[in-house]
């Protein structure tokens, strides 16, 4: 059985394309969790302990990459 992907509603992408805010807030919050992945790096301390962290540098700039993105797409 195909596991349902989770899409975003046509008239949600319609409307962040026309400005709408809340509509583009929906967007950023659907791509929060990838876009905190792609931002994740792993750090290791002088004892050899990793850590994984959010690089908030990465993160805004994909974040505002996404945002133009939205802005500039035509249906």
Request: hydrophobic content about 40%.
């Given at each position: ?11 949600t ?17 659907h ?22 962290i ?22």
């Open positions: 059985m195909k596991k349902e992907k989770n899409l975003l509603p046509y008239t992408i319609k409307a962040a394309t026309e400005s709408d805010a809340i509509a583009i807030q929906k967007i950023l919050k791509y929060e969790g990838y876009i905190a992945k792609l931002s994740t790096k792993i750090l290791s301390d002088e004892y050899g302990k990793e850590y994984c959010v690089d908030k540098d990465v993160q805004e700039q994909l974040t505002t990459a996404l945002l133009q993105m939205i802005l500039d797409f035509e249906i």
